[in-house]
């Protein structure tokens, strides 16, 4: 029988979740609230899958998923989440995930992925799949990671201003531009470097030492 854990912070949701997975078979082994509750809980029970959520109260589900991981080895993390942001997929892939569900998944389609992530297979809804290979093919081909970003100058001015947490405005005054075109800077080098938002054109700057 296979032994799963439901993580979540929405105790309605959680609750259902586990009834429904008790109900086809599977042996619901804990459940947990927060990123600390779900690492602690794997290390004693182990179980075999375990179903995380991305907004947890004290952290993320990638956080999450990467000290579940660490803290028992043999366990898949399958995330079932209402996020179906790019971000947050990849995030959660990198952090060990095997497979990203959303929750708009029927009870069907969510039991097939917890037996097929239990038997070691990667699980993802529709669309999904595609975006993480895409991904990886990007990252393989371009090989080890440029140094300097491929934008030009007064883009990298720009992008070291959004990594110390300054708006465009504010930018826009420290530079002596238009608020306009600050924004175009931003969205140009959002283009160049296939980034989907600020929040990730910030991780992107501080992961390239921009912020110092």
Same mark, same amino acid.
């Given at each position: ?81 209402? +996020? ?19 929750? +708009? ?108």
């Amino acid at each position: 029988m296979t032994t799963v854990m439901v993580v979540d912070d929405h105790p309605i949701w959680r609750d259902g979740v586990a009834r429904d997975l008790t109900d086809e078979g599977f042996d619901v082994v804990a459940t947990a609230d927060g990123v600390r509750a779900a690492v602690a809980r794997a290390a004693a029970v182990r179980p075999d899958v375990v179903l995380m959520d991305m907004q947890l109260p004290d952290g993320t589900g990638a956080e999450a998923t990467a000290g579940v991981v660490e803290a028992s080895p043999d366990t898949r993390v399958l995330v079932l989440s209402a +996020s179906a942001e790019r971000a947050d997929v990849l995030d959660a892939v990198k952090a060990g995930a095997s497979g990203y569900l959303v929750k +708009s998944a029927s009870r069907s389609e969510l039991v097939d992925a917890v037996t097929a992530t239990a038997a070691g297979q990667a699980v993802f809804t529709p669309g999904l799949a595609g975006l993480v290979l895409g991904e990886f093919r990007r990252i393989a081909e371009g090989g080890t990671e440029r140094s300097t970003p491929p934008i030009t100058e007064r883009e990298t001015e720009v992008l070291r201003l959004v990594a110390k947490g300054l708006t465009a405005r504010q930018i826009a005054t420290r530079l002596g531009l238009s608020h306009r075109t600050v924004e175009n800077h931003v969205q140009s080098t959002l283009r160049k470097l296939q980034l989907g938002n600020r929040v990730e054109l910030t991780r992107y700057a501080i992961e390239h030492g921009l912020d110092e």
